[in-house]
């Protein structure tokens, strides 16, 4: 069902001199399970600036024209990776989003929850099938032998195998943006493979023939089907599906 714009609201009074304010039409996802079976789009009409942020837009909606609207966010910085979601199409950071790279003025932003994980309220989804994948590869340094007295010596070109993977921000763009993870929630998924890759290839771990024997169950790195979509989704510009393959290669191999 599709609600009339509720109400018309501003991000910010743009001061005199300033860049004109866009009108928006903001097309968003709502659910309630209390009264819906299903999602329903609902519109709000806003007016927001050309750099203004899809994470701002949601608050003034949030904030000034309906209240009940749920979604998360925290550090509003790309750092806590918290405010996933599908926006036009694609998922995204909302707090990395600029209104202008998704709409022209009088346009549409469509703003979905991100697909493959239980929506609980509106953006709101049950994040623990994806934190379980991640605990299911041991996400710790696991080094038995006695520290040395010193520092654990790490090379640079050994510090840059695991250099992308180490970027990972647990946001679960890639993840929810996987077909094959749509299909059959039992495949790990991109977001622990990549957590997999930077503890498989950190020369100082001492747990890597443990993991590589994860990624090789069958719920592992061999349902990856090199869509790219998890490389495409990532905010973190980490090449997700590169890491994959790397992973694949260490199974076979061992670790470079
Ligand atoms: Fe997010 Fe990228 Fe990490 Fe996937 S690899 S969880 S997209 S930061
Ligand atoms: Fe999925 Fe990425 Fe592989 S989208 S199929 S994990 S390359
Ligand atoms: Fe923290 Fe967007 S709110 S990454």
């Given at each position: 069902?599709?609600?009339?714009p509720?109400?018309?609201?501003?991000?910010?009074?743009?001061?005199?001199?300033?860049?004109?304010?866009?009108?928006?039409?903001?097309?968003?996802?709502?659910?309630?399970?209390?009264?819906?079976?299903?999602?329903?789009?609902?519109?709000?009409?806003?007016?927001?600036?050309?750099?203004?942020?899809?994470v701002?837009?949601?608050?003034?909606?949030?904030?000034?024209?309906?209240?009940?609207?749920?979604?998360?966010?925290?550090?509003?910085?790309?750092?806590c990776?918290?405010?996933?979601?599908?926006?036009?199409?694609?998922?995204?950071?909302?707090?990395?989003?600029?209104?202008?790279?998704?709409?022209?003025?009088?346009?549409?932003?469509?703003?979905?929850?991100?697909?493959?994980?239980?929506?609980?309220?509106?953006?709101?989804?049950?994040m623990?099938?994806?934190?379980?994948?991640?605990?299911a590869?041991?996400?710790?340094?696991?080094?038995?032998?006695?520290?040395?007295?010193?520092?654990?010596?790490?090379?640079?070109?050994?510090?840059?195998?695991?250099a992308?993977?180490?970027?990972?921000?647990?946001?679960?763009c890639?993840?929810?943006?996987?077909?094959?993870?749509?299909?059959?929630?039992?495949?790990?998924?991109?977001?622990?493979?990549?957590?997999?890759?930077?503890?498989i290839?950190?020369?100082?771990?001492?747990?890597?023939?443990?993991?590589?024997?994860?990624?090789?169950?069958?719920?592992?790195?061999?349902?990856?089907?090199?869509?790219?979509?998890?490389?495409?989704?990532?905010?973190?510009?980490?090449?997700?599906?590169?890491?994959?393959?790397?992973?694949?290669?260490?199974?076979?191999f061992?670790q470079?």
């Open positions: 069902m599709t609600q009339a509720t109400a018309h609201s501003s991000v910010a009074p743009a001061p005199a001199g300033t860049v004109p304010l866009m009108n928006l039409k903001v097309k968003i996802m709502r659910f309630d399970p209390e009264k819906d079976k299903k999602g329903r789009w609902v519109d709000y009409s806003i007016q927001a600036a050309p750099n203004d942020r899809v701002d837009v949601l608050n003034e909606i949030k904030w000034n024209l309906e209240p009940s609207l749920v979604f998360r966010r925290s550090c509003q910085h790309g750092i990776g918290s405010d996933a979601m599908l926006i036009n199409g694609r998922n995204r950071l909302a707090c990395k989003t600029l209104v202008r790279d998704v709409a022209k003025a009088g346009g549409t932003i469509t703003i979905e929850p991100i697909r493959g994980l239980p929506v609980e309220r509106d953006l709101l989804v049950n623990e099938p994806f934190f379980d994948s991640y605990k590869i041991m996400p710790y340094f696991i080094h038995e032998d006695p520290f040395p007295a010193k520092e654990m010596y790490q090379s640079e070109a050994d510090a840059e195998k695991m992308h993977s180490s970027n990972c921000i647990l946001c679960a890639c993840t929810t943006s996987c077909p094959i993870f749509w299909v059959n929630g039992s495949y790990l998924g991109p977001a622990a493979i990549v957590q997999a890759h930077r503890f290839f950190d020369t100082r771990d001492q747990a890597t023939q443990q993991r590589l024997g994860i990624m090789n169950q069958n719920t592992g790195v061999w349902r990856c089907r090199t869509a790219y979509n998890c490389t495409e989704a990532c905010p973190r510009e980490i090449p997700i599906t590169q890491l994959i393959e790397e992973v694949k290669r260490a199974v076979m061992g470079a």
